[in-house]
């Protein structure tokens, strides 16, 4: 491989970490280098040598608000392009998403219903993250019952979930107060990171955790998934069963990622082609490149979406809007990377 090449993948690899020291000076509260770098040194240490930090303004901008939302950030991108590779690995279509099985519509009708009947935001995740699952596991069952083969039933069984739960969704925000409810449950599902705090984030770690560290140890197999069912057969694969593991660590990272942020769409989908783009298609080297890649997207749109006008924009929107044109350039110069 060319050194310009290996420099190239390297930079890329220090990129979330680049934009996570930047987006801390990103924001409506004007934070100088001097500030955020003296705040930093007194909060470690505090850290390391147990001496009192005094809470200011500064430290409760950098700390309590911006760092917890730029740190979901990173983990929402790194999970929604991480399950998004995996699905398009195992389905072999370089157009599915993580909300292929309905993951994503049985989340937010999860989300929607806690905000109609408890309003609490802890709730909230939980059973976004719960009906995130459930989908799946709807999605499956209706899979196996069916007696079609191969990858495409799942896919249909996805659509049918997933459209059972987006009218189910459509239903709660019929009953819901205009006043109260209904902006909540319309703000929630265009996605947002500005309420997360860092009881969020623990919450979201060990699934988001144990999903990626399995889908990892098993990326190589899913480069024989991609050959096709016969050919991983042939290879003493358990396809079936292999299938099954990857789609629900999968799954788990996208609800985890969904409870928190809402629905976001095209990342799962656009970052996987750049991340073939820039290191080809063997998933060694390709499940790593959309983790990074993944992370750093969100965490530029998310500082987009606090910066460039006088309200929040929803991250939902931006996704699209940049998202779209993206993949739509993709398709033009014929730089899909699939093959």
């Not at 599915?96 to 009947?117: H, N, R, T």
């Not at 140890?217 to 069912?229: H, K, M, P």
Request: aromatic share 10%.
């Amino acid at each position: 491989m060319p050194d310009y090449r290996c420099n190239r993948i390297t930079l890329v690899y220090l990129l979330p970490i680049a934009l996570l020291i930047s987006s801390l000076f990103v924001g409506r509260y004007q934070t100088p280098v001097s500030v955020v770098v003296d705040e930093s040194i007194k909060l470690f240490s505090s850290v390391l040598f147990g001496t009192p930090a005094s809470v200011s303004i500064q430290h409760t901008v950098l700390f309590n608000v911006r760092l917890p939302r730029i740190l979901a950030a990173l983990l929402v991108g790194a999970a929604l392009s991480t399950a998004g590779v995996s699905f398009q690995g195992i389905f072999r279509n370089p157009l599915v998403s993580p909300d292929i099985l309905g993951v994503g519509a049985g989340a937010g009708f999860g989300a929607c219903l806690a905000i109609l009947l408890w309003d609490s935001y802890l709730v909230i995740q939980l059973t976004a993250f719960v009906f995130g699952l459930l989908a799946m596991f709807v999605s499956i069952s209706m899979g196996k019952a069916s007696k079609g083969t191969g990858t495409l039933v799942f896919v249909l069984s996805g659509i049918i979930v997933g459209s059972i739960f987006t009218a189910l969704t459509s239903l709660v925000k019929y009953v819901a107060d205009p006043y109260d409810e209904l902006p909540t449950i319309v703000f929630w599902l265009m996605g947002s990171l500005a309420t997360v705090r860092y009881v969020e984030l623990l919450w979201i770690l060990l699934p988001m955790f144990i999903g990626a560290v399995v889908l990892f140890l098993l990326r190589w197999r899913i480069n024989i998934l991609s050959l096709g069912d016969e050919e991983a057969r042939s290879l003493g694969m358990n396809v079936e069963r292999m299938r099954l593991i990857i789609i629900i660590c999968a799954t788990l990272m996208t609800s985890a990622a969904v409870s928190i942020s809402g629905v976001i769409g095209w990342v799962g989908l656009v970052v996987p082609h750049i991340s073939r783009m820039i290191v080809g298609p063997n998933y060694s080297r390709l499940l790593p490149m959309s983790m990074v890649l993944g992370a750093s997207f969100m965490l530029l749109v998310d500082d987009l979406s606090r910066t460039i006008a006088a309200t929040e924009i929803p991250l939902g929107i931006l996704t699209s809007l940049v998202g779209a044109p993206l993949f739509a350039y993709l398709i033009k110069r014929g730089r899909m990377g699939w093959n």
